[in-house]
């Protein structure tokens, strides 16, 4: 699934990142790489979202976020 | 070697957006400059002076990066900044209660092979939160750069840092502690020997080689060496998950007590980017902020008038005792204290504007506002981050201009610098406070109000025709960090509204003053030198010219022509022209108003509350000021951009005017 069909308060892993490839650098650089763990914060219900990463919190828009690959973490903690 | 010998070093302040350089930076240096709590503050890089035990430090401030591979124009003016020969010691400014993040830069400095001094900041956050940092295995795993905590806000551990920079400059920089895999360190072998081969001088070769690894476009351009052979693909995948990978086994060592509860800011969130109320929330606080700025600005504006009537007074009174012509009389109390006092008794209002825009800026909610508003912008074909420079226009059109540096993309540069200008600045206040308060009793504050919201759809209903025409998509390319919320601080508070405070008097004292004497030779000499009435001035005779074109809007009168050409020096000098064409020496008090409607009504009968206000809103979209004019030019390079701006507005204004006046008039 990508981060955009994500939930809120949901933790997620990243599996891989699709965008074009300076945004791609951007969001690499920023912490997003494959096997982050991240936390959804908050989301409207189409479009942009924030999600935790790292410490630090990233809004991210449907463009991006439709185009990083993740997957659900069944376990508790992230 | 030389180098011990040098009394004099350049040190650069490099750090991620929002991490506190600029606070350390006034605080090393005693400057005043802005510091708000969202990333992007800072798009220029600045200089200033401190020294430590003898030895003369140029700091140098700069734009925040979370990487030294970067793609908007600030963030290329730190990379050129700290790649430049003539820094002898980098200052890594860390925020430590986002360590991991804040790492990943360092870890590219240190490969630059430049003296690296880590200030840790925000160690106050830290402890708040029950965490601590191991301070003995930190360094060892930075390859024993010195790491020193300090607190910008509270001012510590200042002479440490600098006695570190010191230190560490005579020391030269430390050892590079990342190794990569195998396979990438046999291709850097290979590209530090080609880079050692072409360029014998160089000084950071590693960092070169790494970065043609990753196959940056900026240091193939820079430094044109064949790497084929070497560089099959671009590994800079793994070089960042390498790098990632170890500031996780770093902060696994160096970091405990890693946060538990949700912070106090993810519970403030809940509320401020809630996905349905983000925006009605976003909208009351501004509404607050104008009406605390109309209503208790209105409140202070007492003290000021007494006292300029008491001046105005003295100074008339002084001249006649000195029996000074009538002309100069007239130019200085008539012109000069008229034009440049009536414009000093808003100082309150934009006293309290500013005050709250400060504490905006500076509790974190900036960004929050970009996330609220990435859905409205998006659909006009801008980021949600455009509309920061717009919050800024509330301030001054030109910071919010120059804020522009921060977007992506030339073209959503452009855009927005297109329709900022549209924000009402504080400089067209003084217009909102005087036109409605002599032309809409008590409901002035909600007319004053208007102009702003009017403003706000103005803006986006340009950029939204603009998307249309270039056939533009929805834009919802959001990226944006947000700050954890804070207390604002006093010190901070203190020097954004000073400096505003600044520009305002400065401006009063410059343009404003210049602009009173000009406005006053223009209206009182004619083709036949002095002139006793007004309408026969040169002023008079440009103003009947182009009264026809503003007549459908209501605004057919040759002074408000005059007020509209003189406004362009400075918005306020609409109010100032007023001022000076009717010889009120304070505009802004209750019998000034009196004296300028009752004179307005003499020249032009029908002169009402329908055409006050087309006044108001031709002011708020015809041409920006002079300043604002030569920073679009500036910062777009264009004069082509900067014309097609001014006519796109002139004649927007004109447009918006007259069908409200036409429309109006058919009710009322």
């Known amino acids: 699934m990508t981060l955009y069909e994500a939930k809120k308060d949901g933790r ?9 490839p300076s945004i791609t650098r951007r969001l690499q650089a920023l912490g997003l790489n494959d096997g982050t763990r991240i936390q959804v914060l908050n989301r409207k219900r189409k479009g942009a979202l924030i999600i935790k990463v790292r410490g630090t919190r990233l809004a991210l828009g449907r463009h991006i976020s439709s185009h990083i690959e993740i997957q659900e973490e069944s376990g508790e903690e992230a | 070697m030389e ?11 490099v750090g991620n957006p929002n991490c506190g350089k600029t606070t350390l930076f006034n605080a090393l240096t005693g400057a005043k400059l802005k510091v708000a709590n969202w990333p992007g503050v800072t798009v220029e890089k600045v200089e200033g002076q401190t020294s430590y035990e003898g030895i003369d430090i140029t700091l140098v401030d700069t734009p925040g990066i979370y990487s030294l591979t970067c793609y908007t124009i600030e963030e290329k003016v730190t990379r050129r900044c700290v790649m430049d020969d003539d820094i002898d010691v980098v200052i890594n400014i860390v925020d430590a209660s986002s360590l991991e993040r804040n790492l990943y830069l360092t870890l590219q400095l240190l490969e630059l092979g430049k003296p690296v001094v880590l200030a840790l900041n925000m160690m106050d956050i830290i402890r708040e939160r029950g965490m601590e940092i191991d301070l003995h295995r930190l360094p060892e795993m930075l390859g024993n750069i010195p790491v020193v905590p300090v607190s910008a806000t509270k001012r510590t551990g200042l002479s440490v840092l600098l006695h ?8 030269g920089a430390g050892e590079y502690i990342l190794r990569y895999p195998e396979e990438i360190e046999s291709k850097i072998s290979q590209l530090e020997a080609l880079m050692e081969k072409h360029y014998p001088t160089h000084s950071s070769v590693r960092w070169h080689a790494i970065k043609l690894l990753e196959d940056d476009e900026d240091v193939k ?35 405990f007590h890693r946060e538990k509860k949700a912070a106090a800011t993810d519970k403030i969130d809940r509320l401020l980017t809630h996905p349905v109320l983000g925006i009605p929330v976003f909208l009351l606080i501004m509404a607050l902020v104008f009406f605390f700025t109309f209503t208790i600005g209105d409140a202070l504006k007492g003290v000021f008038e007494t006292g300029l009537d008491l001046f105005s007074g003295a100074v008339s009174r002084g001249l006649d005792f000195i029996h000074v012509s009538g002309w100069l009389k007239s130019l200085i109390v008539d012109g000069i204290i008229a034009g440049v006092g009536g414009i000093l008794t808003f100082i309150p209002n934009i006293f309290i504007l500013f005050l ?34 717009m919050i800024l226009g509330f301030g001054c059109t030109v910071p919010a201009i120059m804020a522009t540096r921060a977007l992506e993309t030339e073209h959503d540069r452009r855009k927005t610098m297109m329709v900022t200008p549209f924000m009402s600045c504080s400089a067209r206040l003084p217009i909102y406070v005087l036109f409605s308060g002599m032309f809409f009793g008590k409901y002035s504050s909600l007319a004053a109000f208007s102009m702003y919201v009017v403003g706000m759809a103005a803006a986006i209903l340009s950029a939204m025709v603009i998307n249309r025409m270039e056939k533009g998509r929805i834009n919802d390319s959001l990226l944006i960090e947000l700050p954890e919320y804070k207390r604002p601080n006093a010190r901070t508070i203190r020097i954004y509204v000073w400096n505003k405070l600044k520009d305002y008097l400065t401006k009063a004292g410059t343009t404003i003053f210049i ?6 030779f223009v209206l009182n000499f004619g083709p036949s030198g002095l002139v006793e009435d007004p309408a026969e001035s040169f002023g008079a005779m440009v103003g009947k010219l182009l009264v026809p074109l503003l007549k459908p809007a209501g605004l057919g009168m040759w002074q408000i022509v005059v007020a509209l050409i003189s406004g362009i020096s400075a918005k306020e000098v609409v109010v100032t022209s007023f001022a000076v064409l009717f010889g009120v020496s304070n505009a802004n008090s209750a019998a000034g108003m009196a004296a300028i409607v009752s004179n307005v009504q003499a020249a032009y009968p029908g002169f009402g509350a329908l055409n006050a206000y087309c006044l108001m809103l031709f002011c708020l979209l015809y041409v920006p000021c002079a300043a604002t004019l030569a920073t679009v030019r500036k910062e777009s390079g264009s004069w082509k951009f900067t014309l097609k701006m001014m006519a796109f507005e002139i004649l927007l204004a004109w447009c918006v005017a007259t069908l409200v006046f036409q429309v109006g008039s058919l009710f009322l």
């Open chain 2, 3 to 13: 180098q011990t010998a040098k009394k004099a070093i350049r040190v650069a302040c």
């Open chain 2, 515 to 520: 602009a009173s004497i000009a406005i006053w």
């Open chain 1, 12 to 20: 997620y892993t990243i599996e891989g990142l699709s965008v074009e």
């Open chain 2, 356 to 389: 709250a825009l400060a504490l905006l800026e500076d509790s974190g909610y900036m960004a929050r506002v970009a996330y609220v508003m990435d859905s409205v912008m998006g659909k006009v074909g801008l980021s949600g981050k455009a509309f920061l420079p």
């Open chain 2, 221 to 255: 351009e820079e430094h044109p060496i064949q790497v084929e052979h070497v560089v099959d693909r671009s590994y800079e995948k793994e070089i960042i998950q390498c790098k990632y990978a170890y500031i996780e086994k770093l902060v696994g060592e160096c970091l």
């Open chain 2, 164 to 171: 570190a920079v010191i230190h560490h400059y005579e020391e």
